[in-house]
C-alpha cells in the first residue's frame, strides 16, 4: 500500500489569504488526485495532477481559485487561494491507483476552516 | 467538533447484528466500485472492491453486492462492531480514467 501524508493537518486562516496543501507518496505515481469535502458532505474531485503538464479541473472550479503543482512523481500542492469561509472544508489528495495496481489511496486530508 | 457525516443519512444498529448499507451509482461505464469507511478527523480508507463483472465480493466480515441492472450496490457488515462506526462511501471509477466518482455517503452509529 501507499503512505500519502499531508501538510498542514488542519490550519484556521482569515478570509482573504490563501493556504498551500503538500500531498507527498512514497512512491512514483502517474496522476494525484485533489478532493475536497465539504461539511457533512460527500467528496468532490477538484483536478488531476499530472507530471510535466497542467492540472485538469473538473466542472466548477477553476485554475486561479486552487492552482496545483506537480513537480515530480512525488507530490504535488493545492493552493487555495483568497479563501472565504466558504471554502472551508476538508481538502484531500489521492494517487492513481493504476501505477501502484491497486486501490486509490488517500492521504488523511487538511482540515481548513477560514474565519 | 467533526463535521463530516453530520448531514448525511444514518443507519443505526445493535452491535452485534449486520448491517446493510446501500449506494445508487450513476454510470452505466462505469467497470471498478469501492466501499471507503471515513472515520472522524480520518482520510477514507479502502474497506472492499469489486469489479463490474462480478455481482458479489466478501471479505473479512464484509460483503460487497453488485446489482448492474439497477445500478445498485451495497455493503454488508457481518457482526457489526463499536469501531465500526463511521461514514461510509461508495465510488465508481469510469473506464476512462482513473478518477472516483464519490456516493452521497451514509453514517453507520452501533449501539452497544
Known amino acids: 500500500s501507499a503512505v500519502i501524508s499531508q501538510k498542514p493537518s488542519r490550519d484556521i486562516c482569515q478570509r482573504g489569504t490563501s493556504l498551500t496543501i503538500q500531498c507527498q507518496v512514497d512512491?512514483?505515481?502517474?496522476?494525484m488526485f485533489w478532493y475536497r469535502q465539504q461539511p457533512g458532505q460527500s467528496l468532490t474531485l477538484i483536478a488531476t495532477?499530472?507530471?510535466?503538464?497542467?492540472?485538469?479541473?473538473e466542472s466548477g472550479f477553476v485554475i486561479d481559485k486552487f492552482p496545483i503543482s506537480r513537480p515530480n512523481l512525488t507530490f504535488s500542492t493545492l493552493t487555495v487561494s483568497n479563501m472565504s469561509p466558504e471554502d472551508s472544508s476538508i481538502y484531500l489528495c489521492?494517487?492513481?491507483?493504476?501505477?501502484?495496481?491497486?486501490?486509490?489511496?488517500f492521504g488523511q486530508g487538511t482540515r481548513l476552516t477560514v474565519v | 467538533g467533526e463535521s463530516v457525516g453530520l448531514h448525511l443519512p444514518t443507519l443505526s444498529v445493535q452491535e452485534g447484528d449486520n448491517s446493510i448499507i446501500n449506494c445508487a451509482y450513476s454510470n452505466s461505464a462505469s467497470d471498478y466500485f469501492i466501499w471507503y469507511k471515513q472515520e472522524s478527523g480520518k482520510g477514507p480508507q479502502f474497506i472492499i472492491d469489486?469489479?463490474?463483472?462480478?455481482d458479489k465480493r466478501q471479505g473479512q466480515r464484509v460483503t460487497v453486492l453488485l446489482n448492474k441492472t439497477v445500478k445498485h450496490l451495497s455493503l454488508q457488515i457481518a457482526a457489526t462492531q463499536p469501531g465500526d462506526s463511521a461514514v461510509y462511501f461508495c465510488?465508481?471509477?469510469?473506464?476512462?480514467?482513473?478518477?472516483?466518482?464519490f456516493g452521497g455517503g451514509t453514517r453507520l452509529m452501533v449501539k452497544p
Open positions: 489521492s494517487v492513481d491507483r493504476n501505477s501502484l495496481n491497486t486501490e486509490a489511496f
Open positions: 469489486i469489479r463490474s463483472n462480478m
Open positions: 512512491s512514483q505515481v502517474t496522476m
Open positions: 495532477a499530472n507530471q510535466g503538464s497542467e492540472a485538469t479541473y
Open positions: 465510488a465508481e471509477l469510469h473506464n476512462a480514467g482513473n478518477m472516483l466518482t
